[in-house]
């Protein structure tokens, strides 16, 4: 099933363990190389904390399902802190072709909720495949020679 | 004995049992009621006022210490200058050179 | 595009997406009518000039929003670039020179550098606030001398004054046939 990441932020985070909400989506990391949702963000800022792919039983449409508050943690390096202030999220991110064009700036991410897997990029009123995504940081997310503006 | 009469401002209050229980303190409190016409000492802490023994005539308003409005606004333009001068040394470092040729042969 | 417009551009990396730099200075070869390197800024709005440099080599791509590098190894320090990048002759800025044909005419003053969109650093020309008033565009190899006050530039060039961008394209390749280079 096909989620988004406009749609998911701020859902709620459930522990499958004990029925306790943990928290709610704050921002979505991903790994740009596999081109996947490495972690759910839960929380903004210094007190959020990570949840790996892997530690999830469900990402539904009402709830992103934890297999037990144990997999809740802290970020663990620069990147991961980045992130939890909010420097990697894709959404809003602007967009440069690898050739240094502006492209627009990316209004959503769409990725299969059973996988993780990336599918579109959204940027403006053009529907991208995410494999055109080389890199992406806090300035901008860098996408292939595929997408060079029309002259 | 007498106890140390408060001093509340204006008014003047005297321990109440000491009017009942000494005789005397009726003559006492006459010698109090004028020493309180002297002029009082300004005692009340304010931002700006401090028990410094001011001496204050009733009905008298003043500031002891605390910086005038001149003041502030000099002290503000210094703030201002010192970041605009910081402000342009520090565009002028990043302006570069330009667009800049090889030394040639030519 | 001009060497104005890539001077300020974020120098960004393909792989992290960080921009890492800022261009500060465009150093090109007239001979060679080529870009050799730029020199570089920090990015932030109160931050100094970068020690390190970024040779025409390591520049991936250079487009209208960003100066594209693989990643921060692309740039240098400055002794392991060549001369004209890691100690650039800063007196040698051409902006603002007097464009003077051998015959001793003023055509104008050097207002920027014109690159080719999508080539290698490729230079294409120079555009000119003419003598009589307005802009210019002449082509390169157009230059005979460079300094920081002049270029001196062959009678013929005269005649080859465009007036846009798209009228430079076509009067390269023949400027070139008649001085003789191909």
Redesign the interface.
């Known amino acids: 099933m096909s989620e988004s990441f406009r749609a998911s932020s701020g859902r709620k985070v459930m522990s499958r363990a004990s029925a306790n909400e943990v928290g709610s989506v704050g921002h979505l990391l991903v790994d740009?190389e596999q081109r996947r949702v490495a972690a759910v963000v839960i929380g903004h800022g210094k007190k959020a904390q990570l949840v790996d792919w892997s530690q999830l039983s469900g990402f539904g449409p009402d709830a992103i399902m934890v297999v037990d508050e144990d997999a809740l943690r802290p970020p663990a390096d620069d990147r991961e802190r980045a992130a939890t202030e909010g420097n990697l999220e894709l959404l809003g991110?602007?967009a440069?072709?690898?050739?240094?064009?502006?492209l627009g700036q990316i209004d959503d991410v769409t990725f299969d909720a059973a996988t993780g897997a990336l599918e579109d990029l959204l940027i403006g009123d053009r529907r991208v495949p995410a494999g055109t995504l080389?890199?992406?940081?806090?300035?901008?997310?860098?996408l292939d020679e595929s997408q060079e503006p029309s002259p | 004995m007498l106890r140390e009469a408060e001093w509340t401002g204006s008014a003047l209050s005297v321990p109440s049992i000491v009017r009942s229980r000494h005789p005397e303190a009726n003559s006492d409190q006459k010698r109090r009621r004028v020493s309180s016409r002297r002029p009082r000492r300004c005692l009340e802490v304010t931002s700006f006022n401090r028990a410094r023994g001011h001496q204050l005539r009733p009905g008298e308003t003043g500031r002891v210490g605390g910086m005038s409005p001149i003041g502030w606004l000099i002290l503000v333009g210094i703030i201002v200058v010192v970041a605009a001068l910081?402000?342009v040394v520090?565009r002028r470092?990043?302006r570069?050179?330009?667009?800049?040729?090889?030394?040639?042969?030519? | 595009m001009t060497?104005?417009q890539i001077?300020g551009?974020?120098v960004?990396?393909?792989?992290?997406?960080?921009?890492v730099a800022e261009v500060?200075?465009?150093?090109?070869?007239?001979?060679a009518g080529r870009l050799?390197g730029v020199?570089l800024?920090k990015r932030g709005f109160?931050?100094?000039?970068h020690r390190e440099v970024l040779p025409a080599e390591a520049i991936?791509?250079?487009?209208?929003?960003?100066?594209?590098v693989l990643d921060e190894s692309s740039l240098v320090d400055p002794q392991e670039a060549p001369d004209?990048v890691g100690r650039?002759?800063?007196e040698?800025?051409?902006?603002g020179d007097d464009v003077l044909t051998e015959g001793g005419t003023s055509l104008g003053k050097v207002a920027?550098?014109v690159l080719l969109v999508?080539s290698a650093g490729e230079v294409v020309g120079y555009q000119i606030d003419k003598a009589g008033g307005g802009q210019g565009f002449i082509p390169l190899p157009a230059q005979?001398?460079?300094?920081g006050v002049a270029l001196v530039v062959p009678n013929i060039t005269e005649e080859f004054v465009q007036d846009d961008l798209v009228g430079l394209g076509a009067a390269v390749d023949e400027f070139r046939a008649r001085m003789g280079l191909t």
Do not use: C, W
């Not at chain 3, 500060?24 to 001979?31: F, H, K, L, Q, T």
């Not at chain 3, 005979?144 to 300094?147: A, K, Q, R």
């Open positions: 740009t991110k602007r440069l072709s690898e050739r240094g064009n502006e080389l890199g992406s940081g806090s300035y901008a997310a860098v | 910081v402000f520090v470092r990043r570069g050179g330009g667009v800049i040729a090889t030394r040639g042969k030519r | 060497a104005s001077r551009l974020p960004v990396t393909v792989g992290g997406g960080e921009d500060r200075d465009v150093i090109y070869s007239p001979e050799v020199t800024n109160l931050a100094g000039r991936h791509a250079v487009g209208q929003g960003a100066v594209m004209d650039p002759a800063t040698r800025n051409v902006i920027d550098l999508g005979l001398s460079v300094s």
